[in-house]
Every structure is written in structure tokens, then in C-alpha cells.
């Protein structure tokens, strides 16, 4: 069953005078999501289509020092959570350094990186000592034969070689991030939950969402949560509720006895629209307001033409008061351009 979601009353506060990122229903948004590069050492089938990927030109990507201007000012408006993403994240040339200045950015409560985890097993270390606090690591099966279909070539003992020179890091809490697909990756949901039996960690489980180049994967291989929980949940018995924090999009269970937790991420059976705080600044300088929707707002060549700090502030508060208020894939929108490696999973 998908969840139709109800739109609020819009609400009108002065933007000028509260300079706080809110939009126009009132959510405010704490949490930037910076796609590093559209650039990835792998290519998932639920991702990039299997042919015809076009790379951006490297000098249409913001500049290290572009992108901490525009970080910075993020935060003077009230952002308190960033998480690099991309693309591959760890493919982007001085991403220690990056991330040292990212951290020493007054009001960042917290950084934490979404990758493939190819490269963690030798950067682990540097990045948590930059300041690097959590990773989410993508991973769709255990089984290697299989994840170098999905992967279209990865190696899957070196991802797992990343995870635990994570979690020898002390980056917690280890996040680890399935994406359910028909035919490919939803048998293996039972051994990834059961990695949780043993590890303090997090796996949680995302249903694919209909992004520019995998439409087919994403309408011949929708599996809801619901379908998902109901297997785990043959294999394991019931699942435990666990409470989680109002604006995270997974919805946390546990097995009995278990020493980690499952989380279920359903954009699209239950979106999770009318607590969203987050927005995404692309690669190329966008600021994108819903992974779902075409809206995107251009900074790069503004920066480029010599904008100041104040008249980019004021981009970005107008730029986020008009963040749609949902997807809307329940009700047939599909406008997302580009695909997730290009914005920023
Ligand atoms: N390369 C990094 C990684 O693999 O985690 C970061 C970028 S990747 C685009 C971010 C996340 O988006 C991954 O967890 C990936 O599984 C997820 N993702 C990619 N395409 C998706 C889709 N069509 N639907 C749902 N999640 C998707």
C-alpha cells in the first residue's frame, strides 16, 4: 500500500528578518547533503543505466574552496548536519582535507559519509582522525558473485575490509545500506539482517526509487517495506520496535536478541516528505531542493561572477522557501532530470 501525504497550510514568516533555512511549511532545514563528484568506481544497476553514463567536465564541479564558501553560509543559516555523498565520495581528490574543514566550520554538530566502501579499508583511519564521525556503506548482498553483478564489476571482500577498518575508527554508528531489488538483491535481505545477530550495526533497507536512467529497474523491481519486513520477519519471527528520532527517515526494528537494529527507509510506500530538513548541493554547484524533483537552483555561476557572501545568503533562504512540499511519485510525478549519482544519494 503507498501513503498519499496530506499538504499543510503554507506558512508566512518574514525571510529577511529570520534569516533561518525554513521554507514555505515551516520546516527547517539543518541537513545538507554535498554530493563530492558524479563520479563512481561502480555501477549499480539500480543507479546508472548499464550504457551511455556522460561524466561532468571537472572544472563544472565546484572548487574545494567554491564548495566551503558555500557550506559555510549553509551553516550561518542553520545547518547542523552534513553528509558527503555522490557520485563516490572517496574518489574525490583532498577529501581529508575537506573534511577537516568542514568540521572546524563553527555550528557542524556532525559530518558523516555515504560510500560504496571500496576505498574505506585505507582511508578510514585519516578520515575519522579529520573528523569524519559515521558512514553509511552501501551493500546489497554478501554473497561476491552477486555483488559484482549488482555492482556491475565490485569487489565485495574489499568493501568488507572497508567496513571493518571503519568501525576499527571509531566511526559509530555503522550504517549499512541495502537498496531492495526484485530478482537481484531481495533474497539476500535474511543474510544481511543477520549480520545484525553479531554487530552493533545498522542495516537498513531502502526501497529503489524511480531516478532518471533505471525507470525500468525501478518499475519492474519495487519492493515495498512491507514485503521486506514480512521476510525477515518468516525467517527471524516478529521484529522489535525501537524508537527513532523524529526526522530520520528510517524506521528502526530489531531482532530479538540482536545486537544491531534494521531499518526500513520507504520513500515511496510511506514517504517521510512532511518531516524532511534536508536539501542537497550537487557536485555542479546546484542547490537541489528534493531528490525526487527537477527543482534545482544555481550557484556556480554566480560564484563565478564575483557574488557576495550576503547576496548568496539570500539566495539560499529563497532558494529553500520554495522547497516542494513532496515527491509526489503516489501520484504519478516522475520529474527527477537527473539521475542519483548526478544529485547526490
Ligand atoms: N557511492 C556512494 C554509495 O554507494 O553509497 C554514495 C552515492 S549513492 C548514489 C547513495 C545511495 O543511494 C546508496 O546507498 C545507493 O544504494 C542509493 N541509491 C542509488 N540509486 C538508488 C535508487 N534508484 N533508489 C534508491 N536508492 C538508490
Given at each position: 500500500m503507498i501513503e498519499l501525504l496530506e499538504r499543510p497550510q503554507i506558512v508566512t514568516v518574514p525571510l529577511q528578518v529570520q534569516?533561518?533555512?525554513?521554507d514555505a511549511y515551516g520546516r527547517f532545514m539543518t541537513y545538507l547533503r554535498i554530493s563530492l563528484t558524479d563520479r563512481c568506481n561502480f555501477r549499480c544497476v539500480y543507479c546508472m543505466p548499464a550504457t551511455g553514463m556522460k561524466f561532468q567536465p571537472r572544472d563544472e564541479h565546484l572548487t574545494d574552496e567554491e564548495l566551503l564558501r558555500v557550506v559555510h553560509l549553509c551553516t550561518k543559516i542553520g545547518f547542523r548536519k552534513l553528509r558527503l555523498t555522490g557520485?563516490?565520495?572517496?574518489?574525490?581528490?583532498h577529501l581529508v582535507e575537506l573534511v577537516r574543514a568542514m568540521k572546524a566550520l563553527?555550528?557542524?554538530?556532525e559530518i558523516s559519509m555515504t560510500t560504496n566502501g571500496l576505498l574505506l579499508g585505507r582511508m578510514a583511519h585519516d578520515l575519522r582522525e579529520a573528523g569524519l564521525d559515521r558512514i553509511n556503506v552501501s551493500i546489497d548482498t554478501l554473497d561476491p558473485e552477486k555483488f559484482r553483478q549488482i555492482t556491475r564489476g565490485g569487489r565485495l571482500d574489499l568493501v568488507l575490509e572497508g567496513i571493518e577498518a571503519a568501525a576499527a575508527s571509531g566511526m559509530s554508528p555503522i550504517k549499512l545500506n541495502a537498496v531492495v531489488v526484485r530478482g537481484q538483491s531481495d533474497k539476500e535481505v535474511v543474510d544481511l539482517a543477520t549480520l545484525t545477530l553479531t554487530r552493533d550495526w545498522e542495516v537498513r533497507f531502502l526501497e529503489i526509487m524511480p531516478m532518471e536512467g533505471v525507470g525500468i529497474v525501478y518499475d519492474e523491481g519495487l519492493v515495498t517495506t512491507e514485503e521486506t519486513k514480512a521476510e525477515l520477519e518468516h525467517h527471524f519471527g516478529p521484529l522489535i520496535p525501537v524508537e527513532t528520532g523524529p526526522s530520520d527517515p528510517a524506521r528502526l526494528w530489531q531482532i530479538k536478541g540482536a545486537k544491531g537494529k534494521i531499518g526500513f527507509i520507504s520513500p515511496i510506500s510511506q514517504p517521510f516528505c512532511a518531516s524532511c530538513n534536508r536539501v542537497r548541493l550537487t557536485a555542479d554547484g546546484k542547490l537541489r531542493l528534493c531528490l525526487l524533483r527537477a527543482d534545482e537552483i544555481d550557484f556556480r555561476e554566480h560564484l563565478r561572477a564575483g557574488i557576495t557572501d550576503e547576496q548568496l545568503e539570500d539566495m539560499l533562504l529563497a532558494g529553500i522557501w520554495r522547497?516542494?512540499?513532496?515527491?509526489?511519485v503516489a501520484e504519478g510525478?516522475?520529474?527527477?532530470?537527473?539521475g542519483m549519482s548526478q544529485i547526490g544519494g
Open positions: 534569516r533561518k533555512a525554513q557520485g563516490e565520495p572517496t574518489v574525490r581528490p563553527p555550528g557542524v554538530d522547497k516542494p512540499w513532496g515527491h509526489g510525478d516522475r520529474h527527477t532530470v537527473r
